[in-house]
């Protein structure tokens, strides 16, 4: 092979590794709606259930809201990726008049799997999640204040995650809360209300995403492929075969 040759290779070799990973490589926005509620509040009772001797607690719980932000996505072999997000959520209850509304910046670890292959566009994943609390509001829940919320909580979640060819994703999560959103510095400071209850965040979670990775991989590949062919070319066409 003729020193021109091995050039042309080289450039083949230097153009395609960059490309390489870059495919690898999955990042982009994403937003969609929470359902969410909080545990153990069926054996809450507010002041009215309390004065009319009723048991049931608060069931009617849930609260619909919204979350966005970004995700990144690494795939380091063809079943497997790794990745993490920063996401604005809201989550929390509402009650009738009753209302807990909790906002967290969010930022989850997880693992996904592909069992159809990267290419099928299917994975399911899982891992922890850390939630810091942005805001709190409490409507007519007195004994329950901001000033007594966890400014962190951890939750674990695992979920289903689709993603199409032209760049759309479909991500369905439930995330189950693990440690209690309340923290008063002493156990007598607890309300009686909700001593010994661990109230944790529970919340279903519904998103859509655009793969801004896949886009900007298809546009570099394109680039790529151009004067490759070019170069290709002009060597045939000077007899470097």
């Given at each position: 092979m003729q020193k021109s040759s091995w050039?042309?290779?080289a450039i083949a070799i230097a153009l395609g590794i960059p490309s390489a990973h870059a495919q690898r490589l999955s990042y982009g926005p994403k937003a969609g709606i929470n359902f969410s509620a909080i545990s153990q509040l069926d054996k809450f009772q507010t002041p009215k259930q309390r004065k009319k001797g009723k048991q049931e607690g608060?069931?009617?719980v849930l609260r619909t809201s919204f979350h966005t932000g970004a995700y990144l996505e690494y795939?380091?072999?063809p079943k497997l990726s790794i990745g993490t997000e920063l996401v604005y959520s809201r989550v929390g209850f509402v009650h009738k008049k009753y209302a807990l509304k909790l906002s967290y910046t969010s930022i989850p670890l997880w693992i996904m799997f592909y069992p159809f292959g990267h290419s099928a566009?299917?994975?399911?994943y899982l891992g922890?999640?850390?939630?810091?609390?942005?805001?709190?509001?409490?409507?007519?829940?007195?004994?329950l204040q901001e000033r007594h919320m966890s400014t962190l909580a951890l939750s674990a979640i695992a979920g289903i995650q689709?993603?199409?060819a032209w760049g759309l994703r479909i991500d369905l999560r439930y995330n189950w809360g693990l440690t209690d959103i309340f923290d008063f510095q002493a156990p007598a400071q607890r309300p009686f209300q909700i001593a010994g209850l661990q109230l944790a965040n529970h919340w279903l979670q519904l998103s859509?995403?655009?793969n801004l990775g896949a886009?900007?991989?298809q546009q570099k590949a394109r680039e790529i492929r151009s004067p490759l062919r070019r170069t290709m070319y002009c060597y045939r066409s000077n007899g470097g075969y």
């Open positions: 050039i042309v290779v608060l069931f009617d795939r380091p072999i566009g299917m994975g399911v922890p999640q850390f939630d810091f609390l942005w805001q709190a509001t409490p409507v007519r829940l007195k004994l689709s993603t199409f859509l995403g655009y886009v900007m991989f």
